[in-house]
């Protein structure tokens, strides 16, 4: 397995269309994370997946983002009606449940797509 | 999960060892200490985990003092290609939605 891998690595659009991004994690990572980063900004939390459960959502994710994660393998990011404030690169991580203490709970992230609206 | 600061920029020339200190006041019992290094265009990637004491991996060492509000990540012998934005994170092994803040870029110069 060569990693996370992100599809597209760039788009640009036009302010209102729809952009959906694909996601594969390392295969036998069961939890999948959506990070969104701005430049000079760290990543920011969007989303988070536990095989097909999406469990948990940042107050950042709007009505317009939608994440799917539909057999617990790959998972796409939509978002809707882009504006200009969407512009940013959104990172995909992934890692294993813990099972035993003191695992580190490493995220494996992905290289990003950056997401360009005009 | 617990905020940090760290300095917001640093520069070091090649060969030399660099020190990263991470303030996090408001550390919880079961937080762990983690540092991320990011390169431009690249997600972060994981550099070393800590709850106390020192840890030491082949890339880097992690001092936690006893009251483990601050932490100090050390780069030994930097070199050009460890230029970059330095995150640490404060939180339970697992957390699910970590905050990086906007980290520490280190410039290193030849």
């Known amino acids: 397995d060569t990693g996370v891998s992100q599809d597209p690595r760039h788009k640009i659009t036009k302010r209102g269309q729809n952009v959906t991004f694909r996601c594969d994690p390392i295969s036998e990572h069961n939890r999948l994370y959506w990070y969104r980063q701005t430049l000079g900004q760290g990543p920011e939390f969007l989303t988070y997946?536990?095989?097909?459960?999406?469990?948990?959502k940042s107050r950042l994710l709007s009505d317009r983002f939608s994440a799917e994660r539909p057999k617990g393998s790959f998972s796409t990011l939509e978002i809707q009606r882009t504006e200009q404030g969407d512009s940013a690169m959104y990172l995909c991580a992934s890692s294993l449940e813990l099972v035993r203490d003191r695992e580190s709970g490493e995220l494996f992230f992905g290289e990003g797509s950056r997401l360009t609206v005009l | 999960l617990a905020k940090t600061t760290q300095p917001i920029s640093m520069d070091s020339y090649e060969g030399q060892e660099v020190n990263i200190t991470c303030s996090h006041n408001?550390?919880?019992?079961?937080?762990?200490i983690t540092w991320y290094q990011q390169f431009p265009s690249q997600g972060p990637r994981f550099i070393i985990q800590g709850y106390k004491t020192k840890v030491t991996n082949e890339v880097a060492s992690l001092f936690i003092p006893a009251d483990r509000k601050s932490s100090t990540l050390s780069l030994p012998r930097v070199s050009l290609s460890d230029t970059a934005v330095y995150y640490c994170l404060v939180g339970p092994t697992g957390a699910n939605n970590l905050f990086f803040g906007t980290g520490t870029r280190l410039t290193v110069i030849p």
């Open positions: 997946f536990q095989n097909e459960a999406q469990l948990e």
């Open positions: 408001n550390i919880a019992t079961n937080d762990y």
